[in-house]
């Protein structure tokens, strides 16, 4: 069982920067594609970035040009960089890991809180 532990969130103003880092039990580069999701209340979890394991990222029109998804295979982490940020940002931003093994398994952190607010 991979394990997936978030850090980084904090309380931030509008225009400010964040980095999230998702550090995993074992190597990310065995999972096909590592992602950050995040959840506002009362909204449905959506993809924020992923990255796949050759290095491919993928970015929600939302947060085009604001917000950067990297991984250090070395150290099996995954960093979301936000800068820019406005208060729709605001929501728990979770880690998740998919890998294909014989199935689609996905694997989830317990979450990290961002609000931005003055």
């Known amino acids: 069982q991979v394990q997936l532990v978030e850090s980084g969130g904090d309380l931030v103003q509008p225009g400010g920067s964040l980095r999230l880092s998702c550090a995993a039990s074992?190597?990310?580069?065995?999972?096909?594609?590592m992602g950050w999701y995040r959840q506002a209340p009362g909204k449905q979890r959506e993809l924020v970035a992923s990255?796949?394991?050759?290095?491919?990222?993928n970015h929600a029109d939302s947060v085009k040009g604001r917000f950067t998804i990297s991984k250090d295979n070395a150290k099996n982490t995954v960093y979301l960089q936000m800068n820019s940020l406005k208060p729709e940002d605001t929501a728990v931003y979770y880690c998740?890991?998919?890998?294909?093994?014989?199935?689609?398994?996905?694997?989830w952190g317990q979450g990290t809180q961002v609000t931005v607010s003055s």
């Open positions: 998740n890991g998919r890998r294909f093994a014989g199935t689609w398994r996905d694997y």
């Open positions: 074992e190597s990310i580069f065995s999972m096909y594609s």
């Open positions: 990255i796949t394991s050759g290095g491919t990222t």
